[in-house]
């Protein structure tokens, strides 16, 4: 489990294209075998820690644990180098905000928040009852003090809902995450004016019908009728990961089976989805970028 890797900084628009680029020059340039990170990436010291992490984070790169730890770029890291390296498409943001959100070992906090944080509407508080409660089941794990905890909180609303306070900024200095276009999170206000939060299901027109499938294949672990309940309760699904209910699962599905990827049984009391496609998950991507180039 990793708390507070990300030096209080969300992601920025800009930031992973460049990584993603220049890990491809040199896999070394973190460590400075590029010349100064700080030159090379255009950014200040702990923002250059703040990108190798959320390189990883998102499942961009990897490292190894040892050694010289040096970065390469992923299968998925090298598929959306090579077709959307300034992270423009929907699809792209879609993935890696998956992976961000399976990713317990090194983005906590987003494990959590999104497979065993249950409420709809909450607080800091409520985020902090619920890492806490996260942790102690692994009595290996030492609980993360309550800074560590609220820096997360905060650099997690802000990866998906950030509001500028200037009009017009440099492109340099835009402090949006990219995934704040998801629109997984949104605030209010309850009746004591106080600042609350809200999980938001992710729109159908923001949500690529391959990504999904792409993912629906990956959460099967090779099995080939699942049932349409675990799309949206089990740990790293489609609808825990984008905030869906039932009605948009099964609208997806349907699409999805239209298009002939998959077969809805909803007969005889089963309520599974059988895959019918012998696609894998990179098939489902690289085939999502191939139709992107066509249109």
């Known amino acids: ?28 340039v973190f460590l400075g075998d590029a010349g100064n ?20 984070a998102t499942g961009i790169a990897s490292e190894p644990l ?12 090298k598929t959306i180098y090579d077709n959307d390296p300034y992270f423009e498409e929907s699809g792209s943001l879609c993935l890696i905000h998956y992976e961000l959100a399976c990713n317990e070992e090194i983005a906590t906090s ?12 909450f607080s800091e508080d409520d985020f902090q009852i619920s890492i806490r409660k996260y942790v102690r089941m692994n009595p290996e794990r030492n609980i993360p003090g309550e800074r560590s905890i609220s820096d997360d909180f ?3 609303i802000n990866t998906y809902n950030h509001k500028q306070i200037k009009a017009v900024i440099d492109p340099e200095d835009n402090i949006e995450s990219p995934l704040t276009e998801l629109g997984l999170i949104e605030y209010l206000y309850n009746k004591n004016n106080e600042r609350i939060y809200k ?9 690529p019908d391959l990504i999904s499938l792409a993912i629906i294949i990956k959460n099967s ?12 309760k089990d740990d790293k699904c489609l609808g825990k990961a984008f905030n869906l209910d039932m009605i948009r699962i099964i609208n997806i599905l349907y699409r999805l089976e239209k298009a002939g990827y998959v077969k809805v049984i909803r007969t005889a009391g089963l ?17 999502y970028y191939e139709k992107l180039n066509q249109i």
């Open 221 to 232: 672990n090779g099995n080939r009728e699942l049932k349409i309940a675990s799309l949206i």
């Open 110 to 121: 987003w494990f959590v928040f999104h497979n065993a944080f249950d409420c709809i509407e």
């Open 1 to 28: 489990m990793k708390f507070r890797g990300h030096e209080t900084f969300s992601i920025r628009k800009g930031w992973l294209n460049k990584g993603i680029k220049n890990i491809e020059k040199c896999p070394g």
């Open 66 to 77: 040892s050694g010289h730890r040096v970065q390469t770029l992923t299968e998925l890291g």
């Open 199 to 207: 999980k938001v299901m992710i729109k159908e027109e923001v949500l």
């Open 271 to 287: 309520d599974v989805v059988e895959i019918t496609t012998e696609m894998s998950y990179t098939d489902c991507i690289k085939l």
């Open 37 to 56: 990170p700080m030159d090379v990436l255009g950014i200040g010291a702990n923002m250059v820690k703040s990108l190798r992490y959320w390189m990883l």
């Open 154 to 156: 905060k650099c997690l």
